[in-house]
């Protein structure tokens, strides 16, 4: 079956197997390997991308069943050089080991700071307790995420009222 | 140069990591990532049965399926002597299964075709036809009369047993026992348990059918080791065969063996003459492949009216699956287990074992441990806290009271360890101090009294890591030292590669800091590279917490070799006698004239371009470190718990952790692998179970029954340091990446037991899931 998708920002389309699942189409046919593959149970979300800005696992959906839609991966994270809050949140507090986990953390981090810009971190646990990290022991992730929050935060503030609209959705 | 120049990244500094760059954009390269040329899949199939004979492979209609290029059975790896392979604790295991299956899980057969989706259509297409056999799921079933033999394949082999093993003076430790005023007795399980590092175990084998070259990327904490265990089960000449790990996201213990799947993915590869890849799924890593503990252990200590320990009694009854595939020195059949004395001055000490097959998977590993050390510490540290609430001793002040006492160092244990350093005392007062124990035992006693089950959990642990010395410790006989070797270019920057894999552990980060410190390179002019047989010196890998003990060791000692060299370089650039001048990070300068210097990068390009008369070009050597000794972390941990009596939920309120490393090279690595290792410590302690039931089906076996802590369910540590250096290591560090797990299990379930003590409840085994809490709490009509 054809199967079209835009996958960070670009036109991606391909000839698949209606049973082909969405994280294998991102890795086997575009190469995009910064999507993990942990469980196959969608119990541990390193296969975590945004399906119109929102956290989904890929192992968990057909390739089929996103046609036409919106893909965000890891490697759409970052804009050129500069890394985005979230990367840089996780760089600065150490909130990486292995880094297999990270893609999918980040992801869910950028998603929920989307739609709440201050979590508590209560919030933030409960928005990252369907990913596993087996290394880290979440505290640094948390702060990591609290980092980008309060960068975001920053950043807003520094920017004019009228750009932040142009700009908006 | 100016002297006051601060050098970015020496030891000490919490510099950001180097590798975060790649990983932070989705362009890490685990193995499942790299793409071959011409690349085939390979997938298997397993066995469904714990134990059963085959009577039939019928792989015809498989063959014929599209894609497919090969269906490889048993019978074909007999052909070529490859059905079965030596194991890391000289046993053998079954590469596919000829005769019998021996757990659920086994490799019976595998599929080689041209996508994932192809192999595993075909491998589901093959039928297998079986004869079911009685299965043995624990030691009491394996040595119980008519229990079904499982190897019986073994030449000599009458029962299920497999080794017997002593460690410590039978004869003091019963005469001790026989004085004793009061002896407590600990029998507890220390239940199977699974590493589960995220990324799952695979390898693509890429034999060159023209050069006979075998390239083999692979998920692999000790490359260099796998490929000596690999010419020597393979056949292949050594130097004909390159190991390449890659990125590892996350090892644990479970990526030190060979298994099954690598040996059969090389030999399709060398048959068929393309690339293999095989990655296993969440469900075969869990059923198939290394997993940790499954020890049944019985602890008795004896104490006089004092308090004072006098002796130690322990028996353990070892659960070691099919294969007797253990990862550890051959010298020792339970691993390091008899560290069981751990913190403790106790004068004697007696340790038995036994070993038994199982209808179970193989291949017992340290589960972030260092060989078995975990399940020791967690006895003792069960046992104390038991006999504290027995004796009606505060847990604390009986441990202090029997603490080996810092004077005592270097200390011989009563089983034959010598303790290079430790304050003990010291890492339980800042333990105490951050918990507010004294107001804390007050609150306990304030909230028991309005009904509520709390508690608070001591574990005071002694670690043992860093194998060897060589003399001591090993892999089937190769000695586990390692190494550094160090290139300084022209430029005076540098690449330094080591025998060890990192697998999350920051090594790019924290052995180019051991590079800046000794010789002012700046950390962020190091390249580290790990992993490549082919480039990399032989080392023995990343596991027992030894790469800083061993490797970081090599690289401060290959980085002094480079040091004495620049040295007679410098004094041949500055005309100055080489015991005229003065070393400080980064350059060598004349005793008194300060401004006449060289620094490092200067010397470094005289080494290519303006060399001494004589001298050898270049700036590089190799460094191969064999401790003298093991290092010993060591640290309190303190846990807080709250019960609830309706349900049996277990809530940690509170968890301290107090960690003494020697000396720590980047601290908020250290810091990071601490947290991690406590998150594994909760989740051993709480949740996570690899459990059978009577006909041998692994329960526990995906992500939905093998319950990992999340975020959600953690808690939020407090932590606390203590510095007491290695005096054997060049760096006076120690190691670090395990403790947390080997501590910690301990710390959360004797707060458990002591909030259930007032009830008289002495034991729950771990996982301490709210099932267990609650019926014990109902057996004693605390609850309905």
Known sequence: MKVSMKVNGAERSGDVEPRVLLVDFLRTNLAQTGTHIGCDTSSCGACTVLLDGEPVKSCTLLAVQVDGRSITTVEGLANGATLSPIQAGFHEEHGLQCGFCTPGMMLVGTALLERNPEPTEDEIRWAISGNICRCTGYMNIVKAIQHAAKAQAAAQAKVPEAVVVAGGE | MSTATHMHGRIGESIKRKEDARFLRGKGNYLDDFVLSNMLQMAILRSPHAHARIKSIDTSAAGSMPGVIAVVTGELMAQHKLAWMPTLSGDTQAVLATDKVRFQGQEVAAVIAETKYQAEDARDAIIVDYEVLPAVTSPDGAKSAGAPLIRDEKEGQKDNHIYHWESGNQATTQAAFATAHKVVRLHTFYPRCHPAPLETCGCIADVNSATGKATIYMTSQAPHAIRTVFALVTGLPEQQIRIISPDIGGGFGNKVPVYPGYVVATAASLLIGRPVKWVEDRNENLISTGFARDYHMTGDLAVDEKGKMLALRVHLDSDNGAFFADAQPSKFKAGLFHIVTGSYDIPTAHVTADGYYT??????????????????????????????IELGLDQAEFRKQNFIKPEQFPYTSATGWV?????????????????????????????????EVTGIGIASFTEVVGAGHGADFDILGLRMFDSAELRVHPTGKALLRMGTKSQGQGHETTFAQIVTEELGIPAADIAVEE????????????????????????????????????????????????????????????????????????????????????????????????????????GTYAVVVDIDKGTGQVKVRRMVAVDDCGVRINPMIVEGQIHGGLTEG????????????????CI???????????????PRFEMGETVTPSPHHPLGAKGVGESATVGSPAAYVNAVIDALSPYGITNIDMPVGPDKVWAALRSKGVTE
């Open chain 2, 359 to 388: 209808n179970k998977a193989p291949g017992g590993v340290a589960y972030r441990c260092s060989f078995r050390v975990t399940e020791a510490s967690y006895l003792i540290e069960r046992l104390v806290t038991n006999a504290a």
């Open chain 2, 419 to 451: 303790y290079d350093s430790g304050d003990y005392p010291k890492a339980m007062d800042v333990a105490l101090e951050k918990l507010g124990y004294a107001e804390l035992l007050n609150d306990v006693e304030r909230r028991r009294k309005q009904g």
């Open chain 2, 531 to 634: 992993g490549d047989t082919d480039t990399a010196p032989y080392g023995l890998g990343t596991y027992a917490s030894r790469s800083t003990p061993v490797a970081g060791a090599a690289t401060a000692m290959v980085s002094r070799k480079l040091r004495d060299k620049a040295r007679k370089i410098a004094s041949h650039l500055l005309e100055a006698a080489e015991e005229d001048l003065e070393w400080e990070v980064g350059r060598f300068y004349v005793k008194g004239s300060p401004d006449r210097s060289k620094t490092i990068q200067e010397i470094a390009f005289a080494a290519y371009t303006n060399l001494p008369e004589g001298m050898e070009a270049g700036l590089e050597g190799v460094h191969y470190y064999d401790p003298p000794n093991m290092t010993y972390p060591f």
């Open chain 2, 682 to 697: 909760f989740g051993i302690a709480f949740m996570e179970l690899i459990t059978f039931d009577s006909d041998g089906n």
């Open chain 2, 700 to 714: 526990g076996s995906n992500f939905m029954d093998y319950l990992l802590p999340t975020a959600w369910e953690t």
